[in-house]
């Protein structure tokens, strides 16, 4: 149950990161730069943490999967 939890973690961590992603890029061009860099920074931070999991569950693969 922990390792499906784990992938599915890693998922919703991804599916996050993506989001955020699209929504720094519109404000990129809506030339909105302050909010840009804040979001591109929380998108980094999640991209680093969903990462990590899977390289710290790299047997796991549920994590990897996710």
């Not at 973690?9 to 929504?23: A, C, K, N, Q, S």
Request: aromatic share 6%.
């Amino acid at each position: 149950m922990e390792a499906i939890l784990g992938g599915l973690l890693t998922f919703v961590l991804r599916l996050t990161d993506v989001t955020l992603g699209t929504l720094r890029i519109l404000m990129t061009v809506r030339g909105r730069k302050l909010p840009a860099a804040l979001i591109g920074f929380v998108e980094v931070t999640i991209f680093v943490v969903a990462i990590s999991q899977v390289v710290r569950n790299a047997t796991n693969s549920w994590s990897v999967l996710g």
